[in-house]
T-cell receptor, first 113, second 111 residues
Framework: NAGVTQTPKFQVLKTGQSMTLQCAQD?????MYWYRQDPGMGLRLIYY???????DKGEVPNGYNVSRLNKREFSLRLESAAPSQTSVYFC????????????FGPGTRLTVT | LAKTTQPISMDSYEGQEVNITCSHN???????ITWYQQFPSQGPRFIIQ???TKVTNEVASLFIPADRKSSTLSLPRVSLSDTAVYYC????????????FGAGTRLAVHP
């Protein structure tokens, strides 16, 4: 039981490049989330998926797109990376809504130059 | 959204009890109070959740007064490994409040 896994662990992009962050959970959870965390700050919600087939915006969705591929997988795409998107990205899942215990992945450290 | 306020940082020594208080004056009737712990370079980890009175698990206790406008996370006999950031959140269990993690409380435990 791996919990929540994320790939890649580290990534360096040049401004304007695109990439997709992958997230998968094996806990049969309905809800999944993408957060970003800037140095010394708390987490900010980018997008979430209440259940398979649904997605919704969080606090800071601009510049990102998401896909809930199936119940297990939730990907985050940066279409045209900007230096302001340099951050650590965490994926999380929960049984139901965000008031339930959320299980977090190890994070992806992204640097945009 | 229920806004929470907690101290930016705290210091303690090994073996002491640490109490971190969170203020949530506009908590809604259906909101639960949840605390997470985050170590450097890791994602947050759930510690404890409660609705009212007192909740205790193997890691911590959560004290919630009758008016529920604040809550206190109590960590008994802390060790160096408890050095982390602690986040207080309020939200409806099973709901989608777009929980706000805030900056949290940085706890430093000293030898």
């Amino acid at each position: 039981n791996a919990g929540v896994t994320q790939t890649p662990k580290f990534q360096v992009l040049k401004t304007g490049q695109s990439m997709t962050l992958q997230c998968a959970q094996d806990m049969n959870h309905n809800s999944m989330y993408w957060y970003r965390q800037d140095p010394g700050m708390g987490l900010r919600l980018i997008y979430y998926s209440a259940s398979e087939g649904t997605t919704d915006k969080g606090e800071v969705p601009n510049g990102y797109n998401v896909s809930r591929l199936n119940k297990r997988e939730f990907s985050l795409r940066l279409e045209s990376a900007a230096p302001s998107q340099t951050s650590v990205y965490f994926c999380a899942s929960s049984r139901q809504g965000d008031g339930d215990e959320q299980y977090f992945g190890p994070g992806t450290r992204l640097t945009v130059t | 959204l229920a806004k929470t306020t907690q101290p930016i940082s705290m210091d303690s020594y090994e073996g002491q009890e640490v109490n971190i208080t969170c203020s949530h004056n506009n908590i809604a009737t259906n909101d639960y109070i949840t605390w997470y712990q985050q170590f450097p370079s890791q994602g947050p980890r759930f510690i404890i959740q409660g609705y009212k009175t007192k909740v205790t698990n193997e890691v911590a206790s959560l004290f919630i007064p009758a008016d529920r406008k604040s809550s206190t996370l109590s960590l008994p006999r802390v060790s160096l490994s408890d050095t982390a950031v602690y986040y207080c959140l309020v939200g409806v269990s099973g709901g989608y409040n777009k929980l706000i993690f805030g900056a949290g409380t940085r706890l430093a435990v000293h030898p």
